[in-house]
């Protein structure tokens, strides 16, 4: 029984030192030939045009969350106010119903554009899904250039154009005393960033270089 062992032992030990063998040769092949392709990390651009439009997107990104962060805690400190001076001290402060509609309106809007650039807007793509990759492409490149022309036109144009006749007329909020043309900002400004993410979508689907999205690995096509 003992020399049975110790032969098992033996083989165990020759296919063990066979296997290190081989895994060492095919190590140097691979660094005979510059090693082996290792796919890029999340967090590092890509080549070519995928650097410069990633490190924008992440900053546009980045502006968008702190600013939405930022508008919700006032928010929230807004209604609680507002609740605790109608119950508690039993007048409720004028400005408070005013200000979370404006809030509402400027979160609304920064948030679909936030949303748009991080594409987490919901799509049907059950017919594109059944193209070729060319129509595909195509189609996409037909969503983004409607999404910009109404980002342009509407959002930024058409905005703009509210926001300074509305700052002619001098209009002014009945409870805050501010000028309602201020408010209406958020229309122009969402339309920028929709207009600005646009753009770079346009980039990436022309050129090939997507650069990447939260949770989603940076590739080159």
Same mark, same amino acid.
């Given at each position: 029984m003992g020399a049975e062992e110790r032969g098992a032992r033996l083989l165990i030990e020759e296919e063990t030192s066979a296997l290190q063998d081989a895994m060492s040769s095919a190590r140097a092949q691979e660094a005979g030939r510059g090693g082996p392709a290792r796919p890029a990390s999340a967090g590092a651009p890509t080549r070519g045009v995928a650097g410069p439009l990633h490190r924008l997107h992440a900053g546009l990104i980045r502006m968008l969350e702190v600013v939405l962060i930022a508008a919700f805690v006032v928010l929230t400190l807004d209604t609680l106010w507002g609740v &605790? @001076?109608? /119950?508690? *001290?039993?007048?409720?402060?004028?400005?408070? +119903?005013?200000?979370?509609?404006?809030?509402?309106v400027w979160i609304s809007l920064l948030g679909a554009g936030l949303a748009y650039g991080e594409k987490a807007h919901l799509g049907v793509d059950y017919f594109v899904g059944k193209m070729d990759?060319?129509?595909q492409r195509v189609a996409a490149?037909?969503?983004?250039?409607?999404?910009?022309? &109404?980002?342009?036109?509407?959002?930024?144009?058409?905005?703009s154009t509210l926001v300074a006749k509305t700052l002619e007329a001098k209009q002014?909020?009945?409870?805050?005393?501010?000028?309602?043309? /201020?408010? /209406?900002?958020?229309?122009? *400004? @969402?339309?920028?960033?929709?207009?600005?993410?646009? *753009?770079?979508?346009?980039? +990436?689907?022309?050129?090939?270089?997507?650069?990447?999205?939260?949770?989603?690995?940076?590739?080159?096509?």
């Open positions: &605790f @001076s109608r /119950y508690v *001290i039993g007048t409720q402060s004028r400005w408070t +119903e005013e200000l979370a509609v404006y809030l509402l990759p060319g129509a490149i037909a969503v983004e250039l409607l999404v910009a022309s &109404f980002a342009g036109f509407a959002l930024l144009y058409g905005g002014v909020s009945p409870a805050l005393g501010l000028q309602v043309g /201020y408010a /209406y900002l958020a229309v122009p *400004i @969402s339309g920028l960033f929709f207009l600005l993410f646009c *753009i770079e979508n346009l980039v +990436e689907l022309l050129t090939g270089k997507a650069s990447p999205r939260r949770g989603a690995p940076a590739v080159d096509a």
